[in-house]
Protein backbone atom coordinates (compact mmCIF):
# COMPACT_ATOMS: atom_id res chain seq x y z
CA UNK A 1 0.00 0.00 0.00
CA UNK A 2 1.32 3.50 -0.56
CA UNK A 3 2.07 5.74 2.01
CA UNK A 4 2.94 9.59 1.12
CA UNK A 5 3.84 11.37 5.00
CA UNK A 6 4.45 14.94 5.29
CA UNK A 7 6.52 16.52 7.81
CA UNK A 8 7.57 20.04 8.73
CA UNK A 9 4.81 22.05 8.69
CA UNK A 10 4.47 24.74 11.83
CA UNK A 11 3.59 28.47 12.32
CA UNK A 12 6.25 31.38 10.99
CA UNK A 13 6.50 34.77 10.92
CA UNK A 14 5.90 36.76 7.14
CA UNK A 15 9.19 36.38 5.50
CA UNK A 16 10.82 33.42 7.28
CA UNK A 17 11.31 29.71 5.86
CA UNK A 18 9.75 26.54 6.59
CA UNK A 19 10.85 23.29 3.85
CA UNK A 20 8.14 20.40 4.16
CA UNK A 21 9.14 16.95 3.25
CA UNK A 22 7.27 13.71 1.76
CA UNK A 23 8.22 10.24 2.35
CA UNK A 24 6.62 8.06 -0.37
CA UNK A 25 6.66 4.32 1.33
CA UNK A 26 9.42 2.90 -0.23
CA UNK A 27 9.09 3.52 -3.85
CA UNK A 28 9.93 5.80 -6.66
CA UNK A 29 7.03 7.52 -8.31
CA UNK A 30 7.23 9.30 -12.16
CA UNK A 31 5.78 12.45 -10.62
CA UNK A 32 6.05 14.07 -7.46
CA UNK A 33 4.49 17.55 -6.03
CA UNK A 34 2.65 19.51 -3.59
CA UNK A 35 -0.35 21.50 -3.51
CA UNK A 36 -2.32 23.77 -0.91
CA UNK A 37 -5.88 24.25 0.35
CA UNK A 38 -6.60 27.51 2.21
CA UNK A 39 -9.57 27.79 4.61
CA UNK A 40 -12.91 28.27 2.09
CA UNK A 41 -10.47 27.92 -1.19
CA UNK A 42 -10.35 25.12 -3.74
CA UNK A 43 -6.71 22.91 -3.26
CA UNK A 44 -4.43 24.29 -6.11
CA UNK A 45 -1.31 23.68 -7.53
CA UNK A 46 1.76 24.54 -6.04
CA UNK A 47 4.60 22.94 -7.10
CA UNK A 48 6.27 19.62 -9.24
CA UNK A 49 9.01 17.56 -10.00
CA UNK A 50 9.43 14.85 -12.64
CA UNK A 51 11.42 11.95 -12.32
CA UNK A 52 12.22 11.87 -16.03
CA UNK A 53 14.37 14.67 -16.52
CA UNK A 54 14.34 16.70 -13.04
CA UNK A 55 12.21 19.15 -14.36
CA UNK A 56 10.62 21.31 -12.06
CA UNK A 57 7.33 23.18 -12.31
CA UNK A 58 5.98 25.93 -10.10
CA UNK A 59 2.91 27.96 -9.13
CA UNK A 60 2.90 31.54 -10.26
CA UNK A 61 2.62 32.77 -6.68
CA UNK A 62 5.26 30.73 -5.59
CA UNK A 63 7.74 31.40 -7.97
CA UNK A 64 11.22 32.81 -6.43
CA UNK A 65 10.68 31.42 -3.24
CA UNK A 66 9.46 28.35 -3.14
CA UNK A 67 12.07 25.39 -4.25
CA UNK A 68 10.72 21.91 -5.14
CA UNK A 69 13.55 18.70 -4.85
CA UNK A 70 14.18 15.26 -4.20
CA UNK A 71 16.58 12.80 -2.99
CA UNK A 72 18.57 10.61 -4.78
CA UNK A 73 16.36 7.49 -4.49
CA UNK A 74 13.26 9.71 -5.79
CA UNK A 75 11.16 8.61 -2.89
CA UNK A 76 11.35 11.58 -1.65
CA UNK A 77 10.74 14.98 -2.01
CA UNK A 78 10.71 18.17 -0.51
CA UNK A 79 9.52 21.90 -0.62
CA UNK A 80 11.64 24.62 0.64
CA UNK A 81 9.96 27.77 1.23
CA UNK A 82 11.24 30.96 2.05
CA UNK A 83 9.45 34.58 2.23
CA UNK A 84 6.55 33.31 3.25
CA UNK A 85 3.57 35.20 3.11
CA UNK A 86 0.08 35.13 4.97
CA UNK A 87 -1.56 34.09 2.03
CA UNK A 88 0.56 31.01 2.03
CA UNK A 89 -1.34 29.74 5.26
CA UNK A 90 -2.63 26.70 4.17
CA UNK A 91 -2.93 22.62 4.56
CA UNK A 92 -0.05 21.49 2.22
CA UNK A 93 -0.51 18.34 0.63
CA UNK A 94 2.37 15.81 -1.22
CA UNK A 95 1.21 13.83 -4.13
CA UNK A 96 2.36 11.76 -6.50
CA UNK A 97 1.98 10.20 -9.61
CA UNK A 98 3.55 7.25 -12.10
CA UNK A 99 1.96 8.82 -15.16
CA UNK A 100 1.20 12.43 -16.75
CA UNK A 101 -2.60 12.53 -16.32
CA UNK A 102 -4.15 13.16 -12.70
CA UNK A 103 -2.59 12.91 -9.42
CA UNK A 104 -2.95 9.26 -8.13
CA UNK A 105 -1.86 9.07 -4.59
CA UNK A 106 -1.98 12.27 -1.83
CA UNK A 107 -0.99 12.21 1.83
CA UNK A 108 -2.71 13.55 4.74
CA UNK A 109 -1.76 16.85 4.50
CA UNK A 110 0.94 19.13 7.07
CA UNK A 111 -0.49 22.79 8.23
CA UNK A 112 1.64 25.95 7.38
CA UNK A 113 0.61 29.06 9.21
CA UNK A 114 2.19 32.49 8.30
CA UNK A 115 1.26 35.33 11.00
CA UNK A 116 1.86 38.89 9.42
Known amino acids: QVQLVESGGGLVQAGGSLRLSCAAS??????MGWFRQAPGKEREFVAA????????YNADAVKGRFTISRNNAWNTVYLQMNSLKPEDTAVYYC???????????WGQGTQVTVSS
Open 95 to 105: AATDGVGSWDY
Open 49 to 56: ISRNDGST
Open 26 to 31: GRAFGR
